[in-house]
T-cell receptor, first 111, second 115 residues
Framework: RKEVEQDPGPFNVPEGATVAFNCTYS??????FFWYRQDCRKEPKLLMS???SGNEDGRFTAQLNRASQYISLLIRDSKLSDSATYLC????????????FGRGTSLIVHP | DGGITQSPKYLFRKEGQNVTLSCEQN?????MYWYRQDPGQGLRLIYY???????QKGDIAEGYSVSREKKESFPLTVTSAQKNPTAFYLC??????????????FGEGSRLTVL
C-alpha cells in the first residue's frame, strides 16, 4: 500500500461547481498535512496547510480526519483558473520530517 | 526577495554523460530536498539533507549523487548510471520542526532530456 494515495482523476466539472478531493495516508504518526497546487510544467505551490480543526481560505476548505486517516480539499464555485493538479503532502514524525507526496488529482474546470 | 533558484531550467545531455543541477536557497532553511517528477506522476524523493555536511538517500537514489557543503547549496549530479534520467527535477527547502512544520518551498525546476 502506498503511503499517500489520491484519485488521479481527472475531475471534469463546469464553472461554478463544488468539487472535493480526498487523500488517504497510511502512517498513523503523520503530523503535518498540506495541499499544493501544480500547474502544467511548473513547480508545486502551497495552497493551504491542513489543521486538525479544519481551515478555510476563501473558496477552499481543508479538513483532516485522523481516525480515518484522510484529508480533504473542497473547492466551491469553481473557476476556470482552478484547473490544475492538486497534490496532497503528508509529513510523518519520528525525527525525519520527510514530506511524502501523493501522485496528485487533476482538476479540469470547463465553461 | 528570498527564494530557491534552480539552474539550468532546461538541459540536454547525451547518453553516458554526467550532469549537475544547481539548487541555491537564501531562505536560511536547514532542510533541502531533490524530487523527480515524470509525466502524469507524483514527486519521488531522490535525496534529502537536513543539515550541512549530511544527506540521506530517498526512494530513488540510484544513479544520483549530492553534496551539502554549504547551507545554501544542494547540487544534484545525474550520473551515467541513471538508466532513465529524462524527467523534471525539483529542488525544495523547508524549516523542519518549527512553526508551520514542513512547508516546502520549491525552485522552478530543471527539465532534463537525454538525447
Amino acid at each position: 500500500r502506498k503511503e499517500v494515495e489520491q484519485d488521479p482523476g481527472p475531475f471534469n466539472v463546469p464553472e461554478g461547481a463544488t468539487v472535493a478531493f480526498n487523500c488517504t495516508y497510511s502512517n498513523s504518526a503523520s503530523q503535518s498535512f498540506f495541499w499544493y497546487r501544480q500547474d502544467c510544467r511548473k513547480e508545486p505551490k502551497l495552497l493551504m496547510s491542513v489543521y486538525s480543526s479544519g481551515n478555510e481560505d476563501g473558496r477552499f476548505t481543508a479538513q483532516l480526519n485522523r481516525a480515518s486517516q484522510y484529508i480533504s480539499l473542497l473547492i466551491r464555485d469553481s473557476k476556470l483558473s482552478d484547473s490544475a493538479t492538486y497534490l496532497c503532502v503528508v509529513i510523518s514524525s519520528g525525527g525525519s520530517y520527510i514530506p511524502t507526496f501523493g501522485r496528485g488529482t487533476s482538476l479540469i474546470v470547463h465553461p | 526577495d528570498g527564494g530557491i533558484t534552480q539552474s539550468p531550467k532546461y538541459l540536454f545531455r547525451k547518453e553516458g554523460q554526467n550532469v549537475t543541477l544547481s539548487c541555491e536557497q537564501n531562505l536560511n532553511h536547514d532542510a533541502m530536498y531533490w524530487y523527480r517528477q515524470d509525466p502524469g506522476q507524483g514527486l519521488r524523493l531522490i535525496y534529502y539533507s537536513q543539515i550541512v555536511n549530511d544527506f540521506q538517500k530517498g526512494d530513488i537514489a540510484e544513479g544520483y549523487s549530492v553534496s551539502r557543503e554549504k547551507k545554501e547549496s544542494f547540487p544534484l549530479t545525474v550520473t551515467s548510471a541513471q538508466k532513465n534520467p529524462t524527467a523534471f527535477y525539483l529542488c525544495a527547502s523547508s524549516l523542519p520542526g518549527q512553526g508551520r512544520s514542513g512547508e516546502l518551498f520549491f525552485g522552478e525546476g530543471s527539465r532534463l532530456t537525454v538525447l
